[in-house]
């Protein structure tokens, strides 16, 4: 029997030219997923990273607070969705991420409005009619997800780890919570919209299969600091 934490990446930087690095409140987000893994792993873990620098910066800076003696297997198998090549296929003038950020910014109920966004691309994303028109379709996303978590309880089997850490994000983590619990496209994204950045994840994988222990653990952020409880 192992225990596999999905952890979500810190904060990003949304809007800003490049959203794949950590605002300060993203490494401050890393560095408390690394306290709450040093206090509840008894062993080093068996570690996986997504290759984008969120992932990859998240990753070191929780494991320089945990197990710095660890070592991070890159996979891109892990990596998100482009969610900017999605919002920007819904609406062309969102090809400028500061367009965006710059609507968000003028409106009352900031959340509410991304949300709304949010879910048209991804009908639009899921719905297949467009699927010639992105650089990777939701089904090539949702099969890659589930190739790499697949490939993951392979790998937790040959190493014989009783516990692994995956950094990854939100999309990520909601197809693998999906794939164990049989849901479909529209559910799955439901439970993405509410993953907490550095929220952790928690899955079993016990005799072949795999089974949900707990999902998007954010209570010991709150704990740390109120302050460090982010979604955007």
Known sequence: MSTIYLVRHGQASFGAASYDLLSAKGK??????GEFLRKTLKLSPFVVAGSMQRHQQTAQLALSQSFDDALIQTESAWNEFDHQHIFAQYEPRFKQPELLKQDIAQVANPRAYLAKIFDGAIDRWIGAQYDHEYHETWLGFQARVETALQGLC????????????????????????????????????????????????TLRWVDGRLQLLSFNEHHYLKAHDAELLTWI
Do not use: P, Y
Request: glycine share 8%; no cysteine; hydrophobic share 50%.
């Open 154 to 201: 392979e790998s937790i089997d040959a190493t014989q780890h009783r516990q692994a850490v995956v950094f990854s994000s939100g999309g990520v983590i909601a197809v693998a919570v999906g794939k164990v619990l049989g849901l479909n496209a529209k559910q799955i994204f439901a439970l993405n919209w509410s993953i907490a950045n550095a929220s952790i994840t």
């Open 28 to 33: 401050q987000q890393a560095q408390a997923v």
